[in-house]
Structure formats: C-alpha cells, structure tokens
C-alpha cells in the first residue's frame, strides 16, 4: 500500500517510540485526511485552526524517522496559502531545529496541543 509516497519500505524501517505504530501510518493518514475535508466542507473551524490542527496531528503520527516536524509546518502553509489564499505561517520566524528559545516556545505550543490547547500553537504559528 502506498499513501503520500509512503511505499512499504519506509514504513518497515520507520517504528518508533512515539507516534502511531509503523504499520498504522497509512490508515492514520487517510483518517487525518478525511476529518480534514470534512473540517473545510463544512467549516467546523476557522482556516488557520484548520491548518494548525492538521499540522498537530500530522506530527503526532509521526511518519518519518526524522523532519516531521518541518513536514508538518510545511503542510500547514500549504493548505492556508493554497486552499485558503492566506499567508504562511512564521513560525516564530526562527530556525527550529537549534535549541533556542523559539524552540523552546514551540515544543511548548505542541505539548498544550496535545491537550486540546491550540490557541498557543496558533499563535506560536503567527509570531
């Protein structure tokens, strides 16, 4: 099975500690991609809680052994400058993969996140 160019290889060398098991990647991906159409067919949020929200859980699945952080941001742009016509996210308009303070302030927003707390994110995303 292959989903996003996810082929079965990667998956095989992809389990991890933290994320969702290597071999339910792909129905997370689907599940993740079909609440997202139905959060933008019937706008259940506003655009960039939208792209927050699929940035959120797309990190949390965790497909890659490495960047899915970076991917995840780089999703979020996509779909509010692309779907939305809004401008991309700063993103604390800092390098995120050094330790520093922004990175501190954005491992902080995720971990709210993943209790429920977006609005940190949100505006982690904005700054």
Not at 27 to 52: A, F, G, Q, R
Not at 86 to 95: D, M, R, Y
Request: contains cysteine; charged residues 25%.
């Amino acid at each position: 099975m292959e989903i996003f160019g996810l082929g079965q290889e990667l998956l095989e060398r992809t389990d991890k500690n933290i994320g969702v098991d290597k071999y339910q990647i792909p129905m997370e991906l689907k599940v993740l991609c079909d609440d997202v159409l139905y959060w933008i067919e019937n706008n259940t949020y506003p655009p960039e809680e939208i792209s927050i929200r699929f940035k959120h859980r797309l990190v949390s699945i965790h497909c890659f052994p490495n960047g899915n952080g970076r991917h995840s941001r780089l999703m979020a742009d996509i779909i509010i400058e692309k779907l939305y016509g809004l401008p991309p996210f700063s993103w604390g308009a800092a390098n995120l993969i050094e330790a520093s303070d922004t990175r501190t302030n954005y491992i902080k927003a995720v971990k709210l996140a993943d209790q429920h707390e977006y609005q940190p994110l949100l505006d982690f995303a904005r700054s």
